[in-house]
């Protein structure tokens, strides 16, 4: 069975910095889009940061030059650095991959969340 495993979260103070990394285990054969989304109270999941097998990178306007995304496709990694934060960054992150499993099809696996709390 294929999951993704979140680690990273925490509570920051304004302007410090926080790593999320996420794993993906089970019968893999591969893995496409892997990417950050977020969740803060009363409002609608958002897309953070996304990045193809290849690298390419896609973020948000609100994180750009704040966050990186990278992966490992050999260890099938994503990790997402983050510095500058502010409150306005306190949400549950959730990891996505888009995984081919080792018998069956494309699908988007989430991982269960993590919090990250930023106090001013």
């Known amino acids: 069975q294929v999951q993704l495993v979140e680690s990273g979260g925490g509570l920051v103070q304004a302007g410090g910095s926080l790593r999320l990394s996420c794993a993906a285990s089970?019968?893999?054969?591969?893995?496409?889009?892997m990417g950050w989304y977020r969740q803060a109270p009363g409002k609608q999941r958002e897309l953070v940061a996304t990045?193809?097998?290849?690298?390419?990178?896609n973020y948000v306007d609100s994180v750009k030059g704040r966050f990186t995304i990278s992966r490992d496709n050999a260890k099938n990694t994503v990790s997402l650095q983050m510095s500058s934060l502010g409150p306005e960054d306190t949400a549950v992150y959730y990891c996505?991959?888009?995984?081919?499993?080792?018998?069956?099809?494309?699908?988007?696996?989430w991982g269960q969340g993590t919090q990250v709390t930023v106090s001013s």
């Open positions: 990045i193809t097998g290849g690298g390419r990178t």
């Open positions: 996505n991959a888009r995984i081919l499993p080792a018998t069956g099809t494309w699908y988007d696996y």
């Open positions: 089970g019968r893999i054969f591969s893995i496409r889009d």
